[in-house]
């Protein structure tokens, strides 16, 4: 269980972490972190469709500010998962579903993430059962 807690920790930090510093640097430098060159140079990820079609326009405040105050809320949720508070469990699980819109790589470290903690609550009510 230590080793599938620690994954969840990884993951949840460098997803929460990249949220967290490419919404602060949009909201000082003017734009989130886009590729230099190349066919999709200066161009956001296929989540910038979904955001729009819920009527958030990418590149604003708004959207930068949801982005540091989401991933700031996910780094202390995993803080206090990383010390097996009971409720982070549910917190993690919310947080990671709740950034599947980030596509493409969050979306992926999200469903690692909820497949990781499904088997780690797993994992958890066996253990239950068994030293009953």
């Known amino acids: 269980m230590r080793f599938l807690r620690s994954i969840i920790i990884i ?6 972490g990249w949220m ?8 000082t430098a003017g734009d989130y972190t886009t590729p230099a060159s190349g066919e999709y ?19 604003s405040t708004l959207m930068k500010s949801i982005f540091v105050f989401y991933g700031l809320a996910w780094l202390i949720v995993t803080s206090f998962f990383a010390q097996k508070l009971q409720w982070t469990w549910w917190a993690m699980l919310i947080a990671a579903a709740g950034s599947l819109w980030y596509l493409p790589i969050g979306t992926v470290s999200s469903l690692i993430q909820i497949a990781l903690l499904l088997l780690l609550r797993r994992q958890s009510i066996s253990n239950d059962l068994t030293s009953l």
């Open 20 to 27: 967290t510093f490419d919404g602060a640097r949009a909201l």
């Open 11 to 16: 993951l949840s930090v460098l997803q929460a």
């Open 41 to 59: 140079a200066g161009q956001l990820g296929p989540w910038a469709r979904i955001v729009k079609a819920v009527g958030i326009e990418p590149r």
